[in-house]
């Protein structure tokens, strides 16, 4: 199935350093998503955008919805150990049928490995 | 937030054997359940959608067959790997759509499963 091009595909990096990861894809998504998950976990929702050009914090944490629909950052200030684990984007369209407008599935990026040395 | 748990959180078993897992929303109804596979560092891949009192729509490449999807409430989706082999093995995870909350089309995500088969 389709993915997302997500990058870096790891980062190495020291406390207190900011990150950034970005996913791109060929074709428009209606709405963009950005989760972690930790060893044996499932993923936990960080950001959620909706709006084409949306700029979204979360604490540390901050993502946009690039104006092209056709891709996502994210970005973590001030990292700290327990930030580390696997970060996912997501994309995900709108479907019209006779009942109306819904979401449709997620598609996931190939994930960006965080390790922060304390 | 909206719970979704999963039962067993780990299962070993022999080659040619069935393994139910189990996919409960805790707190909310989810008319929608999804079921993803995620081989070792590497992303998550819906495998099928699970409506309750409906069949359950399966992606491209997954056998129907083989990975039985029965969402026998609203509260409740198994997904059972039928006949398991060595190449099933896995990190099962399902995720459920809080239909009445505040964002309907949010996923909430199960703790996931791992399946190791002899």
């Known amino acids: 199935g389709q993915q997302l091009n997500q990058s870096p595909q790891s980062m190495f990096i020291q406390e207190g350093e900011d990150v950034s990861m970005n996913c791109t894809s060929s074709s428009i998504f209606n709405t963009w998503l950005w989760y972690k998950q930790e060893p044996g976990e499932g993923p936990v929702l960080l950001i959620a955008?909706?709006?084409?050009?949306e700029l979204t914090s979360n604490g540390r944490l901050t993502a946009q919805f690039g104006i092209t629909r056709k891709d996502s950052f994210l970005n973590i200030s001030a990292s700290i150990p327990s930030d580390v684990g696997i970060y996912f984007c997501?994309?995900?369209?709108?479907?019209?049928?006779?009942?109306?407008?819904?979401?449709?599935?997620?598609?996931f990026g190939q994930g960006t490995i965080l390790t922060v040395h304390p | 937030g909206a719970v979704v748990s999963q039962h067993p959180s780990r299962v070993i078993c022999k080659s040619g054997t069935s393994v139910k897992i189990e996919c409960r929303s805790l707190d909310f109804q989810a008319t929608t359940m999804f079921w993803y596979r995620q081989f070792p560092k590497q992303s998550l891949m819906l495998m099928a959608t699970s409506n309750e009192g409906s069949k359950a729509t399966y992606e491209q490449g997954v056998e129907k067959d083989k990975f039985l999807i029965n969402h026998a409430s609203l509260t409740l989706s198994t997904l059972t790997v039928t006949s398991a082999h060595p190449e099933d093995s896995s990190f099962y995870i399902c995720?459920?759509?809080?239909?009445?909350?505040?964002?309907?089309?949010?996923?909430?995500f199960g703790p996931g499963t791992r399946l190791t088969v002899l």
């Open positions: 997501a994309g995900q369209r709108m479907r019209s049928n006779a009942g109306g407008t819904s979401y449709g599935k997620l598609t």
């Open positions: 995720s459920a759509r809080d239909q009445a909350g505040g964002n309907p089309n949010e996923q909430f």
């Open positions: 955008l909706y709006k084409a050009g």
